[in-house]
């Protein structure tokens, strides 16, 4: 509806999209969705077309969408408070720190919030310059930290970050991309060159005196790329040797998604600071920086983030943890990302174009491929738009764009995986009918 009641069509609001919307705001599909409104997993555009939705918002919707339960406590806070900044203090942000501080790893504590995930990084950054003295960061090759300035410095990836030359300080170390190795070895041969050359980079590259390390455990935007299981126990060794400080970017991986609490459990390693935004509001706009003592007691500012801490956000992160935590949402990701983990690796086996599926719990992707793990962008397209026509929505990404991301709630049913991989596989069929030379040029490993 426009705000004189009169109704306005999808082509409209597409067409004023392009009018008033800056191009970089781009959108999936030949033809955009414009989507109307949501209920558990599954989406609705204004045609009254049903999707099944597996990749939440960027995994951002992760208890479904409309919960009554988010619902009820937003509507309750907005009674009583909306906003007041962190000058005077709140108690649905004290509640969140505190629950924050007992469900987080290792000896993190004290909390500082913001609006998203690209603030929660750059705080991160700023804790860790200040607590040790030092400037330089290390991040890792196709990984992902935000849209401002320091955060697509910390990006390694040259599509996202805009043309804009980097910060001073930052270096990029080799990432743990096994299907693609950079140094030639196999999962039989591999002696994590990959963690090793973070070595190599702070003592060729930097002072050898490093503020911090930032990784995701499995990087998002990357293509969900997922290191081995003993990647950042050796990590963390070479960061704290030239007294840096660990952190974990669990804006996607954060919050059970992975099967694990949170993404860094899967590699036994308790992070200095951990940072988050995305799965933990359920759609509102929640990010959150937290840290050690040791950490945390040096940055003393003033520091603000305007909207960070907002009340409403904050009942609305707190209700999203009472659903996760009374559901078992931890272990019912865990269950059924075996359950679509597997049936993704049964259409790898059946249609080669598929070159790689990774990632853990009900965050999966797959690398579409032509012969000799050539990318194969195009084929990605192709599928996301055919899986669109089946009635399923899922995600892209990687450097190459050939990745698929795949994220559905973590309420999704059995039978709505099923529903989903039989989606998949109609998408899939189609593509070798459509172009059977795909039986000729798909990828051998």
Known sequence: MSQTGVPVSAQELISKKEKFIVPAVTTYYDEPLVMEHGEGCYLFDGNGSKYLDFFGGILTVSVGHSRPEINAAISDQLQKLTHVSTLYVTKPMIDLAEKLAEITPGELKKTFFTASGTEADETAVAMARIATGSYEVVALRHSYSGRSALAMSLTGQAPWRLGMPSIPGIVHAMNAYCYR??????????????????????????????????????????????????????????????????????????????????????????????????????????????????????????????????????????????????????????????????????????????????????????????????????????????????????????????????????????????????????????????????QEVTSTD
């Open 181 to 438: 190795c950079p140094f030639g070895k196999t999962p039989q041969t591999c002696g994590l060159e990959c963690a090793k050359d973070i070595e190599n980079v702070i003592q060729t590259s930097t002072s050898g005196r490093i503020a911090a390390f930032i990784a995701e455990p499995i990087q998002g935007v990357g293509g969900f790329i997922t290191p081995p299981d003993d990647y950042f126990f050796e990590v963390a060794k070479i960061i704290r040797k030239y007294g840096g400080i660990f952190i974990s970017d669990e804006v996607q991986t954060g919050f059970g998604r992975t099967g694990k609490p949170f993404g860094i459990n899967h590699y036994g390693v308790e992070p200095d600071i951990m940072t988050f935004a995305k799965g933990i509001g359920n759609g509102l706009p929640v990010g959150a920086a937290i840290a050690t003592d040791e950490v945390a007691n040096a940055f003393k500012g003033p520091s603000i983030s305007t909207f960070g801490g907002n009340p409403v956000a904050m009942r609305a992160a707190l209700a999203t943890l009472d659903v996760m935590e009374k559901e078992q949402l931890t272990d019912h990701a865990r269950e059924y990302g075996r359950q679509l983990r597997e049936g993704l690796e049964d259409l790898r086996q059946r249609y080669p174009i598929m070159g790689d599926v990774r990632g853990k719990g009900l965050m999966q992707g797959v690398e579409f491929v032509r012969l000799d793990k050539e990318p194969a962008p195009d084929l990605a397209n192709m599928f996301l738009e055919l899986t669109k026509r089946n009635g399923l929505l899922i995600g892209k990404g990687g450097l190459y764009g050939n990745a698929i991301r795949i994220a559905p709630p973590m309420t999704v049913s059995g039978q709505q995986i099923r529903d989903g991989l039989d989606m998949m596989e109609a998408s899939l069929k189609e593509m070798y009918t459509l172009h059977r030379e795909l």
